[in-house]
């Protein structure tokens, strides 16, 4: 969901520029195109308009998105390398490798904020899997508005 937009619906809303019903009726059709995003969706935004974005909130299936296509594409790209040795191979793989870190450590934070933790949590190693186990707050937090409302 994009939590801009919904953050600019409650500003109009608490300056009385939006009644309850016009409110609730773009709430509702923000929700729906969110429910409607595949991981694929997420795994492509993190390495596009994402890239570098280390604020706001990011749901769990966001997170699982990125690292899941991540993964795929880590894992086959490594079995290329074994099955040819090419130089050329080794070379995307290491240029993908660079590339992804970023998007992952960011779409990482966004996760922790998402239950209400702060991105310096990324220095441990073990939050990565609590993040598996962990829902995210309900409601608004100091980071902003829940992705799931």
């Known amino acids: 969901m994009n939590v801009d937009e919904l953050e600019k619906l409650a500003k109009l809303k608490k300056k009385g520029l939006l009644s309850e019903d016009e409110f609730s009726t773009q709430k509702e059709t923000l929700l729906k195109a969110c429910k409607d995003k595949s991981t694929w969706f997420y795994f492509k935004r993190a390495l596009t308009k994402d890239y570098f974005n280390f604020s706001k909130r990011a749901r769990r299936k966001e997170y699982w998105g990125v690292v899941l296509w991540n993964y795929i594409f880590s894992l086959l790209l490594y079995a290329l390398l074994i099955m040819t040795g090419s130089g050329f191979i080794l070379s995307i793989y290491l240029l993908y490798s660079l590339y992804t870190i970023i998007p992952g450590l960011s779409?990482?934070?966004?996760?922790?904020?998402?239950?209400?933790?702060?991105?310096?949590?990324?220095l441990t190693i073990i939050v990565p899997i609590i993040m598996i186990f962990v829902k995210g707050n309900k409601g608004s937090n100091r980071f902003g508005l829940d992705p799931l409302a």
């Open 107 to 122: 779409v990482l934070v966004r996760r922790l904020h998402d239950v209400n933790m702060r991105g310096w949590w990324i």
